[in-house]
């Protein structure tokens, strides 16, 4: 298909992303209706996610605590995501503009799309990546990759094209590991209970991250 075609020529590009996966608009029907793409574009039919690594070499350093005016190499890891960031939102815009200008209304998603009050995102970047066959929703609460563990970012662009889907993923990528609930030092994040994943406090997650200046543990000390 044409379309498919040009979107992954867009993404692979000399120096372009590293994962791209496509999910239809069914497989978000579990979410609620204020959840779901066609809360934000109400004929959209597919849901084209990207996501590009942030390097291991940068990430195995991050540490719970930093003292305040302290240069860490959390500031270098921060300005490496910036980068991605723009890197992704950039590749999501000309995705979008390509299939706007074939007829086809899309929206590529913005990265910071937070509701403080509750610390809940208006659209769900690790669900959409999940159901885009990008991965799975590993014990920490981050989505999972095979290349890269949970060392990635991700945008995503809603479009009324409907593309053809990416198979998912249905491999327990943690298997047995518990690394992550064990190396948290808020206890937010807890052994998950049945098919209970992840089993974490979100409000005790962020509250301990703020006061502490960045975290990361459960990301770091991945061996995925």
């Given at each position: 298909?044409?379309?498919?075609?040009?979107?992954?020529?867009i993404c692979y590009l000399p120096d372009g992303v590293d994962l791209l996966g496509i999910?239809?608009?069914?497989?978000?029907?579990?979410?609620?209706?204020?959840?779901?793409?066609?809360?934000?574009?109400?004929?959209?039919?597919?849901?084209?996610?990207?996501?590009?690594?942030?390097?291991?070499?940068?990430?195995?350093?991050?540490?719970?605590?930093?003292?305040?005016?302290?240069?860490?190499?959390?500031?270098?890891?921060?300005?490496?995501?910036?980068?991605?960031?723009?890197?992704?939102?950039?590749?999501?815009?000309?995705?979008?503009?390509y299939l706007t200008n074939q007829g086809f209304a899309s929206i590529n998603i913005g990265?910071?799309?937070?509701?403080?009050?509750?610390?809940?995102?208006?659209?769900?970047?690790?669900?959409?990546?999940?159901?885009?066959?990008?991965?799975?929703?590993?014990?920490?609460?981050?989505?999972?990759?095979?290349?890269?563990?949970?060392?990635?970012?991700?945008?995503?662009?809603?479009?009324?094209?409907?593309?053809?889907?990416?198979?998912?993923?249905?491999?327990?990528?943690?298997?047995?590991?518990?690394?992550?609930?064990?190396?948290?030092?808020?206890?937010?994040?807890?052994?998950?209970?049945?098919?209970?994943?992840?089993?974490?406090?979100?409000?005790?997650?962020?509250?301990?991250?703020?006061?502490?200046?960045?975290?990361g543990l459960c990301m770091s000390k991945c061996p995925r």
């Open positions: 298909m044409k379309l498919d075609k040009e979107i992954k020529r999910a239809p608009l069914h497989r978000f029907s579990d979410l609620p209706e204020n959840k779901r793409p066609t809360a934000f574009l109400p004929e959209a039919k597919s849901v084209i996610v990207i996501a590009s690594q942030v390097f291991r070499v940068l990430t195995e350093r991050l540490k719970a605590k930093r003292k305040i005016g302290e240069i860490s190499f959390r500031d270098f890891y921060d300005a490496h995501v910036e980068t991605v960031n723009i890197d992704l939102s950039q590749t999501g815009y000309r995705i979008a503009r990265q910071d799309l937070t509701d403080y009050r509750t610390i809940t995102g208006a659209f769900s970047f690790k669900h959409a990546a999940v159901q885009a066959g990008l991965g799975i929703i590993g014990k920490n609460g981050l989505i999972l990759t095979k290349p890269y563990g949970p060392r990635v970012r991700l945008s995503a662009v809603l479009t009324e094209a409907e593309l053809n889907p990416s198979p998912l993923i249905v491999d327990d990528i943690c298997q047995d590991c518990d690394i992550c609930y064990k190396v948290c030092p808020s206890k937010a994040l807890k052994k998950p209970e049945g098919n209970n994943r992840p089993n974490y406090d979100r409000f005790v997650c962020s509250a301990y991250y703020t006061a502490n200046i960045g975290c």
